[in-house]
């Protein structure tokens, strides 16, 4: 363990526990409760359902990938939203709660994801009101698109590392 805190964001600034959920990607039936690390807060800084594809360099990530995604940014870390989600993510507060890293077991290790079978309580809960603000100064390039699809495709069949959110929520070409 990094830290002793983990984060759970949400546009829900009153919630006093956090109660395992059934988790509804793939078959699994497992009951979660979710957390991210401090070094990946940047993926939640969106409104909950908006589709969006996080991408970062790796060690494994060839030339030809890093200057595809990364060749006009000096940042870290591109994130991409559809443009029908632009007002969304200008007019959201988003939560962020600090949860005790105490009982969750990391998931996946690169997009910083912890779980718990367990309850857990909030230590506390901050407001991001400028959640674009946010992503701007975690130094990540943000990028506003009509569609995700083809970027979607693109990281896939890729080498740099990706994470893909509410992908169900997306438009589709």
């Known amino acids: 363990m990094t ?3 983990l984060y759970h964001f949400s546009e829900d600034p009153s919630i006093e526990r956090f109660v395992p959920r059934p988790v509804r990607i793939g078959p699994s039936d497992e009951a979660l409760v979710w957390a991210v690390d401090r070094a990946h807060c940047h993926q939640f800084y969106f409104p909950r359902d908006c589709p969006r594809v996080v991408i970062s360099k790796s060690m494994s990530t060839s030339a030809e990938d890093a200057e595809t995604f990364f060749g006009h940014t000096t940042a870290e870390v591109v994130a ?7 007002r969304r993510m200008r007019n959201t507060t988003v939560y962020r709660y600090t949860l005790p890293a105490e ?3 990391l998931r996946d290790e ?3 994801y912890w779980v718990s079978e367990h309850e857990c309580r909030p230590l506390e809960v901050e407001p991001i009101p400028d959640p674009m603000g946010a992503l701007v100064d975690a130094g ?3 990028r506003i698109m ?3 699809v083809s970027l979607r495709d693109a990281v896939i069949e890729s080498t740099v ?3 893909i959110i509410r992908w169900r929520n997306a438009v589709s070409d």
Do not use: Q
């Open 161 to 163: 590392n990706f994470d």
């Open 146 to 148: 009509p569609s995700l």
């Open 110 to 112: 690169y997009a910083g």
């Open 103 to 105: 009982g969750f077991a």
């Open 140 to 142: 990540v390039d943000l």
């Open 3 to 5: 830290s002793d805190y």
């Open 80 to 86: 991409a939203i559809e443009s029908r989600w632009l």
